[in-house]
């Protein structure tokens, strides 16, 4: 979908929040992903409960639900939104953890940036309990997979 301008600029071109206060309430979903790769040592470590720092796993989680509920204070233009819900589910891979966020809300805008923002600090969180052992890790891929809600209706990425 293309928009002929950007709706966090105004007329003249400055940066500001957008108006949704004539907007319906309707429920809304997004669900984002963030990939961090590292070395398999470091994942053996990580599933076997062998990390220095604790449960590498329970950190991610609460750290991606804590930063969806914290999203409109790191995002200058983002509205609070009344999150109904959070998920932040991690699965390993052969030498990668893939991070799936799950936000849902009724409001007047979008999730997508709660969503997002969960899933890339779920993935930073994990970078920190880990960094001693590896810091060659990366936090990639973060992108958003799925919205639904609001006027524009649902969106899916299609596979790569």
Do not use: N
Request: net charge negative.
């Amino acid at each position: 979908m293309s928009h002929d301008r950007l709706t966090h600029l105004d007329e003249h071109g400055a940066a500001h929040m957008v108006d949704v206060g004539a907007k319906p309430v309707t429920h809304r979903v997004a669900t984002a992903e963030a990939t961090v790769r590292m070395q398999p040592e470091t994942l053996a470590m990580i599933v076997e409960g062998r990390a220095p720092k604790g449960d590498v796993f329970a950190v991610a989680r609460i750290a991606g639900i804590q930063a969806a509920k914290r999203t409109a204070d790191l995002i200058p233009l983002c509205h609070p939104l009344p999150i109904t819900k959070v998920s932040v589910d991690l699965e390993p891979g052969e030498d990668e953890v893939h991070i799936t966020a799950t936000v849902a809300t009724d409001g007047k805008t979008g999730i997508e940036m709660e969503a997002l923002t969960a899933a890339a600090v779920a993935g930073l969180a994990l970078y920190d309990m880990c960094k001693a052992v590896d810091r060659g890790m990366e936090v990639t891929s973060v992108r958003l997979l799925e919205k639904s809600g609001g006027a524009s209706g649902t969106w899916t990425r299609k596979e790569d």
